[in-house]
């Protein structure tokens, strides 16, 4: 007799790769350690989600100069690890692979850093070396704009064309830290600099597909297929701009925007005056009526094009929570993640299968990345 949806759920080794809910504990003061209506992560939540592992996201903005965005990730990792501690009945703070396992067999949430954005790193190798001492265990190595490592996906102009001189001695450092290269946010040159220059697999931990989604922030099949050649892995992002051409448009980008902009506002008003809920509530509004969240099966759909693409073992889950408008339908916060697990059982995948995709074809490539290191 099959395992139920629920067992099978339970028994996987669950990997969300990216929140961005340090912002939130900055910029809300959230409270995570009960559970809340706003935003789409607390750890109650993620218990509620059956989720093991979340990779909490140290991101800086790229309007910061070097040094404010150093302080500004210090000051983040600060933050969440007074936030574990306070918690430490339900969470605990993991460096490994080891670790990881060993707090989920005692009953806790792993909670493990990623930075994104490689600025704070500045051009200073000795920098990197200490955020890996403080926990960080990947890097995107950029986010929006050009930094000091590499070109980003997004300006139309390159840069460097690829990695730096210094991006590719800092992958080269960070193979032998133990540290994943994150290829989120990096444009196609700069994905196969990293191919190129790094000993380790690479992981993209918050990125879809471009042949389902046409944005550049997604991998081509190319792309997925060279990653595969590498046995990295693609993380599916939960972002619906990202998952379908509808939410990649002009107008969808600029009303999440305002919207993100009037979410801020909201919060940042400390008694939240009626003007800053009414704005709140109206781009809200604006961006249900307008664009209604696709149902969580659009994910499952990228999950299936990788699969069929490359096979099973290259494939898994990065929700971007925290740092999106509006989650699918079925996926609203990280509570809901038993649903991806119900629609995959749904299509005929087996019980090894869909735990493979859940968080163990993550592991496999941190568990990869660790040996590197090691020898």
Same mark, same amino acid.
């Given at each position: ?29 959230a ?5 809340s209506?706003?935003?789409? +992560?607390? /750890?109650? =939540? #993620? ?5 093991? @592992? *979340?990779?909490? &996201? ?21 933050e ?48 990197? +070396?200490? /955020?890996? =001492? #403080? ?5 995107? @190595? *950029?986010?929006? &704009? ?8 997004a300006?139309k ?9 210094f991006?590719k001695?800092?992958v ?46 997604n ?27 509808h ?25 939240k ?20 969240s ?12 990788v ?61 990869q ?7």
């Amino acid at each position: 007799m099959s395992k139920s949806v629920h067992q099978l759920h339970k028994e996987a080794f669950v990997v969300d790769t990216h929140c961005d809910t340090p912002l939130r504990i900055d910029e809300e003061r959230a409270d995570l350690g009960v559970k809340s209506n706003e935003g789409h +992560n607390d /750890f109650v =939540r #993620m218990k509620e989600g059956g989720v093991d @592992l *979340c990779f909490y &996201a140290i991101f800086t903005r790229t309007k910061l100069s070097p040094d404010q965005s150093t302080v500004q990730a210090i000051r983040l990792i600060g933050e969440t690890k007074d936030m574990i501690e306070a918690n430490s009945d339900k969470v605990a703070l993991a460096t490994s692979v080891r670790e990881a396992r060993e707090i989920k067999n005692g009953g806790r949430g792993a909670i493990m850093l990623g930075m994104e954005n490689g600025s704070p790193i500045q051009n200073d190798i000795a920098l990197l +070396n200490e /955020f890996y =001492r #403080m926990g960080v265990r990947y890097i995107t @190595l *950029c986010h929006s &704009a050009h930094n000091q490592l590499c070109d980003s996906c997004a300006p139309k102009e390159k840069k460097w064309g690829g990695l730096s001189p210094f991006g590719k001695k800092v992958v080269k450092q960070m193979n032998k830290l133990g540290m994943i290269i994150d290829v989120s946010h990096l444009s196609d040159d700069s994905f196969y600099d990293c191919l190129k220059y790094s000993t380790a697999p690479i992981v993209a931990t918050h990125s879809c597909c471009r042949a389902l989604c046409n944005h550049p922030r997604n991998m081509s099949d190319k792309m997925i297929k060279d990653l595969a050649k590498n046995w990295g892995v693609i993380q599916i992002n939960f972002y619906p701009a990202f998952l379908s051409d509808h939410y990649g448009c002009a107008e969808y980008f600029e009303a999440a925007d305002a919207y993100d902009s009037a979410m801020k506002a909201y919060w940042r008003s400390g008694k939240k005056g009626k003007k800053e809920i009414a704005d709140f509530k109206r781009k809200r509004d604006y961006i249900k009526k307008n664009f209604p969240s696709p149902s969580y099966k659009l994910l499952v759909d990228h999950i299936e094009h990788v699969v069929n693409l490359v096979g099973v073992d290259y494939v898994g889950l990065g929700s971007d929570y925290d740092g999106i408008e509006m989650p699918p339908l079925g996926l609203e916060d990280i509570s809901k993640f038993e649903n991806i697990t119900k629609e995959l059982r749904f299509r005929g995948y087996t019980d090894l299968d869909i735990k493979k995709i859940l968080g163990e074809n993550f592991m496999r490539v941190f568990s990869q990345v660790e040996n590197i290191a090691f020898r």
